[in-house]
């Protein structure tokens, strides 16, 4: 009997511990998954997602998502722009900009406008332009600077006629020796007075000496080739005969020849031993002298 009670105290014993035991094992193995869940939540406030075994950081997958939309957005604007610039291109290259490209003049100008030439412009084409551009209003005492250029066909490009072209499409007689002795650059203008208008042309020389003794020589036919273009009004063809003379205009010598009632109708001198003006007006030939000596 006695036996009986001590077996059955020694397996009391042992359930007791086997139970003390398991609620000890339930309450450590509670404790680590709270401590795990915990731990998980705060790495998720964090921005951290732990996916098996691999850890991922939450706003580095954000960021990445933000550099990729706007990597996409410039991206579009560049091709946009893209797409602009060249239907720009191609724009001009159809239909190309013709910029005028002003050459150097001796004297300053108030005004300035363009003569579009081509290959078959005559002399008449210049005097109606010359004509249309004194009926035009300006300033009293202005100088209007007339630039004659002509198109490329090939390219469709403007560029300034040079002066044997001028006195080409003009029909000069002058002699050879002048006309080697004239540089590419010339310019022809329009000054305006109160009641009228006188065209001028200043062309510039290389060699002063073979220019001078060339205009001497021009003198036979400077008159005749002039009188369309200066718009000079003869009854009198004998008028062409007439003998050229000296004068003094502003101290300078200065070459004339007179028309029928005894006026000057045509006039021409050097500025200085580069620059020769031709004009029908001595309020003109003032006008030159004085701003070309202010240039």
Not at 233 to 261: A, F, P, Q, S
């Amino acid at each position: 009997m006695q036996e009986e009670n001590t077996v059955k105290k020694n397996i009391e014993k042992i359930i007791r511990t086997y139970t003390s035991d398991m609620a000890r094992v339930m309450k450590e193995k509670e404790t680590s998954v709270i401590k795990i869940a915990v731990a998980q939540k705060e790495k998720e406030g964090a921005g951290i997602i732990k996916i098996g075994k691999n850890t991922i950081d939450k706003k580095n997958k954000d960021s990445s998502k933000i550099l990729f939309v706007i990597g996409g957005v410039i991206l579009i604007i560049i091709a946009v722009f893209g797409f602009y610039y060249l239907k720009e291109k191609k724009l001009e290259i159809d239909n190309p900009i013709i910029e005028n490209t002003d050459p150097e003049t001796k004297i300053s100008y108030d005004v300035k406008s363009y003569l579009t030439i081509s290959n078959i412009t005559t002399i008449s084409d210049i005097v109606n332009f010359i004509t249309t551009e004194k009926t035009k209003t300006e300033k009293e005492r202005s100088i209007k600077s007339i630039f004659i250029n002509r198109i490329t066909e090939e390219s469709g490009e403007l560029s300034n006629i040079k002066t044997l072209d001028f006195l080409s499409i003009i029909k000069t007689s002058a002699p050879s020796p002048l006309l080697r002795s004239l540089s590419d650059n010339f310019m022809t203008g329009i000054f305006y007075k109160t009641n009228s208008q006188h065209l001028f042309i200043i062309l510039e020389t290389t060699n002063y000496n073979q220019a001078y003794a060339s205009m001497l020589s021009w003198e036979k036919t400077l008159l005749d080739d002039m009188i369309n273009l200066f718009n000079i009004k003869i009854e009198n063809k004998k008028i062409l005969e007439n003998k050229w003379k000296d004068v003094i205009i502003n101290n300078k010598d200065v070459r004339i020849i007179h028309g029928e009632d005894g006026q000057g109708i045509l006039y021409y001198l050097f500025l200085d031993k580069t620059t020769l003006l031709i004009t029908d007006d001595v309020d003109t030939i003032k006008e030159i002298i004085t701003r070309f000596q202010i240039k």
